[in-house]
Each structure stands twice: as C-alpha cells, then as structure tokens.
C-alpha cells in the first residue's frame, strides 16, 4: 500500500509539474499579448496626439480664415454704404480678437457645428452670443463665472471678456493660472 501511496504522489507530482509547464507557456503567451497590445495601444495614442495637433492646426486656420472673410466683408460693406461711424459690433469683434484670452481655434472647435453652418468667424459668434449662452473665448476664462461675479456685465451689451478688459477686471481671479500671468484667487 506504501507503494501505491508513493506512486500515486509521484503520479501526482508528475500530473503538477506537467500543469505547471502548461501554465508558465499560457503566462508566456498572456505577456506577449500583452506586450503586443501595450505597442498597439501606444501607436493608437501617437497617432491620436497626431490627429489632435492637426485637428487644432485646421480649426485655428479655419477660424483665421473666417476672421479674414468677416473683414473683408466689413470692407465691402463700409465701401458701399460708406459710413462714418464705427460699426459697434466690428469694434467689438476687433477687441475680442486682440485678447489674448480669445483662442479662436479652441472656441471654434468648441463650437464648430454652429460656427461653420453660419460661416461666422469665431469672434463674431462670441460677440453676438457670448452672454447669453454662457460660452468661454478659452479655456483661460470663464464667461459664466465673470457674469454670475459682474451681474452689470450681462445687460452690459458686450460680451464679458470685452467687459472685462475695459473694465480692468481680469484680475479677480476669472483667469486660469498661467494666462496672463495672473494667479486663480484662493477662494475659487
């Protein structure tokens, strides 16, 4: 019977080894997959970083696009009604584009289903609907929050980066870290 109990031990060290084997090749196969995918996957964020910057570089010339074609538009039309006053809404566009807290190839690609079926240059689209829809010219400022702060600003009639910039408020804590140079107060 001892000899039945050694072989049927042996029988069963012999039977685990044999798993073992099996298991270390499945090991084996799980890490190349693995290494596989972890290639695939790092190539997939390459080219998505790829796609992203080209993505931004066609929105920022798309919106410079739609800026120019907005000017020369102004141009025209100046030409032939020839007006001596200012056209409110070119002095707004003007300002709003002069910011640099107006990123017109962020707010594009914010906006773009909007913006491109309209043919509207992206600082156009943010002066005619900036308060009203809440919408930020970047990502380094807050129109909602500047409004709910500068409740004048909302029946101002310009948009409250323009608001803000006339007013000399850009430093109260409305501007992302970084932009401008100007640090997001502690209470936010």
Known sequence: MSGDVTRSAAD?????????QLARREVKWVCTDQEHLTEALQRVRRQRAKLRDQSESLATALAAELSAAYWREQKASHRRVRLRAADPEATLVREVESSPLFDAGWYLRQHQRTIIEHHLAPAVHYVRHANERRLDPSEGFSTDRYLLRHPEAR???????????????????LVA??????EVSAED
């Open 155 to 173: 029946d101002s009639g310009v948009p409250a980066l323009v608001h803000a910039l006339r007013n000399g408020l850009l430093e109260d804590g």
């Open 177 to 182: 870290p970084g932009s401008l140079g100007v």
């Open 12 to 20: 069963r060290v012999t039977e685990l080894e044999r798993e073992l």
